[in-house]
């Protein structure tokens, strides 16, 4: 167990690398799911086909096969993955140790997968809003977006942050793959690394990988129940 005091530095570096990951993966994928829900639950048929058939393909394809195809595929669109240097983001990017590029597309992979997660965690909020809320608004004459803005979905998010926090405890433990598609110094490829490259004990290394990510998740989901108790609670 000695590797556990003495790669310190190291297992700190790798939690450091996949809290970055998971934090930006989630905000990108909540973004997107709600777009994704939004287009779910319009009325215009079009859109509502294109977020069904988002979430039916994202939502039912194993995340190891969106992984390849971001670390395999996207590279082969551009050269060093230009296309994927946002002038936005760059600034962000470049005060993270990152990996790059395979930083960027375990990130697209995982906001791709997870956003499909996300769209149903809000959908199932906004089914939760009674339908005459929605119905009084358009006798008001409120659009669409206007009845999503300001009726439906402030309602919507009640119903949604348990799911929501669900799914993000859930991408968290998904991010494990990351280090086996390219990007390095995760707490995946940490272990790799001490395993393989150093020779230590197997079992060893997987209890400080393991205490990195339930150090992310165990308080995500303690925060959640006392979410959804308060909210039993309330009803």
């Known amino acids: 167990m000695n590797v556990l005091i003495d790669k310190f530095d190291v297992f700190a570096g790798g939690f450091w690398l996949t809290l970055q990951i998971c934090v930006l993966a989630a905000i990108g994928a909540l973004i997107l799911g709600a777009v994704v829900a939004v287009l779910r639950i319009s009325?215009?048929?079009?859109?509502?086909?294109v977020g069904t058939g988002y979430v039916?393909?994202?939502?039912?394809?194993?995340?190891?096969?969106?992984?390849?195809?971001?670390?395999?595929?996207?590279?082969?669109?551009?050269?060093?993955?230009?296309?994927?240097?946002?002038?936005?983001?760059e600034a962000v990017f470049s005060r993270l140790d990152t990996d790059l590029?395979?930083?960027?597309?375990?990130?697209i992979a995982l906001v791709l997968y997870t956003a499909a997660f996300v769209c149903e965690a809000l959908?199932?909020?906004?089914?939760?809003v009674p339908a005459g809320q929605a119905e009084a608004a358009?006798?008001?004459?409120l659009t669409f977006g206007q009845n999503l803005r300001y009726v439906v979905l402030p309602q919507s998010w009640k119903a949604s942050i348990v799911p929501l926090g669900s799914v993000i405890i859930a991408m968290i433990k998904n991010s494990a793959?990351?280090?086996?598609?390219?990007?390095?110094?995760?707490?995946?490829?940490?272990?790799?690394q001490l395993t393989g490259a150093e020779g230590y004990a197997f079992i060893p290394v997987a209890i400080g990988i393991s205490i990195g990510y339930l150090i992310m998740t165990v308080p995500l989901g303690a925060l959640l129940d006392r979410i959804e108790k308060r909210q039993a609670v309330a009803r």
């Open 123 to 128: 959908r199932s909020g906004v089914n939760a």
């Open 43 to 49: 009325p215009v048929p079009p859109l509502r086909a």
């Open 101 to 107: 590029p395979y930083f960027r597309f375990a990130l």
């Open 177 to 192: 793959l990351i280090g086996f598609f390219g990007v390095v110094g995760d707490l995946s490829a940490t272990a790799d």
């Open 138 to 141: 358009r006798s008001l004459g």
């Open 56 to 89: 039916n393909v994202f939502r039912n394809m194993p995340l190891t096969v969106v992984m390849f195809f971001a670390a395999f595929g996207l590279p082969a669109l551009g050269s060093n993955a230009d296309f994927l240097r946002l002038p936005g983001l």
